[in-house]
């Protein structure tokens, strides 16, 4: 068991069943978010897919079906599946199309951002002045450090936020926590911003917003979809999977010896993370999945590559989520408080931002969720304002995937400056 509660032996310790029970967690998840029962489309508007592809392995770890925390298929999702869904997400970073949205989608987007990486040590900050035990701890309790990992969500996406597990290192148990909070957080948030879009003409009239260029977007997007998308022959696949594995072990192996050479020559950059490797491979990944969307093979996209790499994201959640304690989202509910003030002061800056440029609410949602919620929230967001939007969310999501370790890193030194001692 974990958390050094009693050594009992899981009731499953073959890897390959337990693989398969991973395997079918998730065949289960998509099977049950396809049915158009009411009931079960309303129980998923409330706990929606990813959130029990965390708690459903949670749930068997806790109940000792099998040992999460000491599992292979712990550092197989990280090692392996986390950079190679890196990779495939950013082949599909379109420079250009950014710079087209720069003025006011891309404004909101950055705003966005520096409202999560300025409103997570404000939170610390706050609740530390009247319950400093919520946001305290030691060692791998310290709470920073799984608040920086839920910064790298909040900024890139489930990717990021596993990355930045690997290098703050929290405990299984406060990682348990702090998933909760992302989940109940940022789903009310997201379901918020849904609401407001199926309002979104009278909110444009409050913002006094100008929605022209969205409509002229949607046109141009409609159309390029059209013509790009086709179906994925084998070659392609086969070309996705080639390039993400070989990009993964290329990021492995220059990792190495750089966090090697810095650790020997440079131990004092231990405490911003750059002695540790796994840093290194997160970097190098993302370097080369961004270097390979100026070549042909960003054309992987049109046959599915960040959907084989949601595919590789989701393979990964359930590795992360066979790691949870559920018992230990009881432990510091201090902890919803930190998120919320967190996510309101995100909120309060695109606001004022969104207010000032008379951004159409459209920018102001697909911005926030694209930090937020990643790529499949963005998504999400983006098709309840018009199917062809859906690629501007995954655009900007994607560049919040490629900067989400970093800025979720720094976010991370920025609250353990803030933390009480």
């Known amino acids: 068991m974990q958390n050094g509660i009693e050594d009992v032996t899981p009731l499953i310790t073959d890897n390959a ?52 925390e000491d599992s292979p298929f712990t550092s197989v999702g990280s090692r392996y599946f986390l950079p190679a869904c890196l990779i495939l997400f950013t082949i599909n ?25 300025l409103g997570g040590p404000l939170a610390v900050w706050v609740v530390s002045l009247f319950a400093p035990q ?28 596993v990355a930045l597990k690997e290098i703050l290192q929290p405990s299984p ?28 003409k009278k909110v444009d009239a409050f913002f006094k917003a100008d929605a022209s260029d969205v409509d002229a977007l949607m046109k141009r997007m409609d159309s390029k979809a059209k013509e790009n998308t086709r179906i994925p022959e084998t070659k392609d696949i086969i070309m ?8 993964t072990g290329l990021a492995s192996l220059l990792a190495t010896p750089v966090s090697s050479y810095l650790a020997t020559h440079y131990p004092v950059l231990e405490k911003f993370s750059l002695t540790n490797s796994f840093f290194w491979i997160i970097l190098f990944a993302t370097i080369f999945g961004i270097g390979l969307s100026f070549t042909r093979a960003k054309k992987l996209e049109h046959a599915g590559a960040s959907k084989l790499g949601t595919v590789f994201l989701y393979m990964l959640i359930v590795t992360i989520g066979m790691q949870m304690d ?83 890193w720094l976010t991370a030194l920025l609250m353990q400056m803030v933390s009480p001692i």
């Open 240 to 247: 996705m999977l080639s390039l993400a594995f070989a990009g």
């Open 17 to 68: 069943a337990v693989f398969g029970i991973l395997m079918a967690v998730l065949g289960l998840v998509f099977y049950i978010s396809n049915l158009k029962n009411k009931y079960i489309q309303g129980f998923l508007s409330v706990v929606p897919p990813l959130l029990l592809c965390y708690f459903l392995p949670g749930i068997l770890n806790t109940l000792n079906v099998f040992d999460g």
């Open 134 to 161: 919520v946001v305290g701890g030691a060692g791998p309790d310290e709470v920073w450090r799984g608040l920086g990992a839920l910064a790298g969500s909040w900024v890139g996406g489930s990717a990021n936020q």
């Open 326 to 408: 559920i018992r230990a989202i009881f432990d510091n509910p201090g902890l919803f408080l930190v998120g919320i003030i967190w996510i309101s002061f995100h909120a309060l800056c695109l606001f004022i931002v969104g207010k000032i440029i008379k951004a159409p609410f459209f920018y102001f949602a697909v911005g926030s969720m694209a930090n937020v919620g990643g790529v499949a929230s963005a998504t999400v967001t983006a098709a309840a304002f018009h199917p062809s939007l859906v690629s501007v969310g995954v655009v900007l999501a994607v560049f919040g995937y490629a900067i989400g370790t970093y800025a979720g």
């Open 93 to 117: 970073l379109d420079l250009k199309e950014m710079w087209n949205l720069r003025k006011r989608a891309g404004l909101m987007f950055i705003t966005g951002t520096i409202g999560i990486m």
């Open 173 to 200: 148990k406060l990682f348990s926590a702090i998933i909760a909070v992302d989940a109940f957080v940022a789903y009310l948030w997201m379901a918020l911003l849904l609401f407001g879009a199926s309002k979104s």
